[in-house]
T-cell receptor, first 115, second 111 residues
Framework: SAVISQKPSRDICQRGTSLTIQCQVDSQVTMMFWYRQQPGQSLTLIAT?????????ESGFVIDKFPISRPNLTFSTLTVSNLSPEDSSIYLCSVDKGGAWDGYTFGSGTRLTVV | GDSVTQMEGPVTLSEEAFLTINCTYTATGYPSLFWYVQYPGEGLQLLLK?????DKGSNKGFEATYRKETTSFHLEKGSVQVSDSAVYFCALSADNNDMRFGAGTRLTVKP
């Protein structure tokens, strides 16, 4: 299975600023997924990122707030913009190396606290 | 739409106790079913999976059987250890692009 390096592992940010999260995969993957895990809750898919095309966002998530880049088949970034305390969550990237039938591989997550 | 309903926690057990975490699903097709585990401060790891009815997934002493007749995929372990303390997520995928997760169940095992 793929190995994902996600950083930063945690950050504390001021309101109104932005945080960019990076995910590097050790092999080429077609699709990368970004999830949000709010405190004590399950994972919610933010968007799906394909290389060479615009990311596909889920209902309730917009590109202006969560811009995503996918410059190549091993790397992606998620930016959380104009931060508010409600954005305090864990953000995870994942890939479906081998297809979803084999399960996704996840990064270790980024714990964001907005103050 | 497809969804997963998972037993609410938290669950607290003594070491060597038997564990069951219930998971039921709703899907229009024939999904694959998964259990993921999230240890404190870490991302999710795939624990086990089953891709068709009557399949049994197993790993690290954990087991779950894909029951189509009851639309269930309950997680079991005969003797839990302190190191099993984590959050467990049931999930399904009915196609290659959409993994849906349950709410998660926090397990604490006390020595």
């Amino acid at each position: 299975s793929a190995v994902i390096s996600q950083k930063p592992s945690r950050d504390i940010c001021q309101r109104g600023t932005s945080l960019t999260i990076q995910c590097q995969v050790d092999s080429q993957v077609t699709m990368m997924f970004w999830y949000r895990q709010q405190p004590g809750q399950s994972l919610t898919l933010i968007a799906t990122a394909n290389q060479g095309s615009e990311a596909t966002y889920e209902s309730g998530f917009v590109i202006d707030k969560f811009p995503i880049s996918r410059p190549n088949l091993t790397f992606s970034t998620l930016t959380v913009s104009n931060l508010s305390p409600e954005d305090s969550s864990i953000y995870l990237c994942s890939v479906d190396k081998g297809g979803a039938w084999d399960g996704y591989t996840f990064g270790s997550g980024t714990r964001l606290t907005v103050v | 739409g497809d969804s997963v309903t998972q037993m609410e926690g938290p669950v607290t057990l003594s070491e060597e106790a038997f564990l069951t975490i219930n998971c039921t699903y709703t899907a229009t097709g024939y999904p694959s079913l998964f259990w993921y585990v999230q240890y404190p401060g870490e991302g999710l790891q795939l624990l086990l999976k089953a891709t068709k009815a009557d399949d049994k997934g197993s790993n690290k002493g954990f087991e779950a059987t894909y029951r189509k007749e009851t639309t269930s995929f309950h997680l079991e372990k005969g003797s839990v250890q302190v190191s099993d303390s984590a959050v467990y997520f049931c999930a399904l995928s009915a196609d290659n692009n959409d993994m849906r997760f349950g709410a998660g169940t926090r397990l604490t095992v006390k020595p």
